[in-house]
């Protein structure tokens, strides 16, 4: 018993000093109970590994004359400026990029459909345009990002800009796509700069609430 106390403790003790920790509020407790805390901690461990300049950003909401938009991360690297969108889903996932919907397929030949995340994106990449307009719109890239639970049935993409994967092939995609030179340093400091401010830790949400994180 006191070995696996003495597990759980060292366990605790290296989390509390992780980026993600320091970075989000959510506790050790969150990860192993929350699983879209869980999934935000495994973005975070695998593109941080990411050579090159860069930086995330996790939970933020983006203001536009629409109010705001939800956004599960963006990632600054200097081969662009990524807009991340993360589906937790099961079953069967189509859809076209420019459909206004896609389709969930689930067991008993039941459907259902959601909103193209593609478009959703789009909503974001607008709002941040009007929020740094002196980054050009060619470094702008939608990323959408579905869990282990679904499958791809067929999903058709046309534009560069747009990738469409399963969360476990992130560290590939990360090999192979996060290349170039689109954004420099001064550049990802800068848009950090403006966007830290719009991202939603747990701890100042709990506060806004008028709730206390103790």
């Known amino acids: ?3 696996v106390l003495g597990y759980f403790a060292f366990e ?3 989390y509390e000093n992780t ?3 320091k970075m989000t509020g959510y506790s050790y ?3 192993w109970t929350n699983k879209k805390v869980r999934v935000a901690k495994n973005l975070l461990s695998t593109l941080e590994k990411v050579n090159g300049e860069q930086r995330l950003l996790l939970d933020l909401q983006i203001p536009s004359s629409e109010g705001n938009h939800h956004v599960d991360a963006i990632f600054l690297h200097e081969s662009g400026l ?3 969108d993360v589906k937790s889903m099961t079953g069967w996932i189509s859809g076209r990029e420019q459909d206004l ?3 969930q397929s689930l067991h008993g030949d039941k459907q259902q459909v959601f909103e193209n995340p593609i478009i959703v994106n789009q909503r974001t990449i607008y709002a941040l345009q009007d929020i740094l307009p002196d980054i050009s719109s060619q470094v702008l890239q939608s990323l959408i990002i579905f869990t282990t639970e679904c499958s ?3 999903i058709e993409l046309n534009s560069e800009n747009i990738d469409v994967i399963k969360l476990p092939q992130l560290k590939s995609w990360a090999e192979q796509n996060l290349v170039g030179n689109a954004l420099t340093a001064e550049d990802i400091k800068t848009i950090y700069t403006t966007l830290e401010s719009m991202t939603q830790r747990k701890d100042v949400k709990l506060k806004d609430k008028g709730l ?3």
């Open 1 to 3: 018993m006191a070995a």
């Open 12 to 14: 605790f003790y290296q």
């Open 152 to 154: 791809f049935q067929k």
């Open 101 to 103: 919907e896609w389709i």
């Open 29 to 31: 407790f969150d990860v």
């Open 212 to 214: 206390s994180t103790n």
């Open 19 to 21: 980026t993600f920790s």
């Open 82 to 84: 990524y807009i991340i």
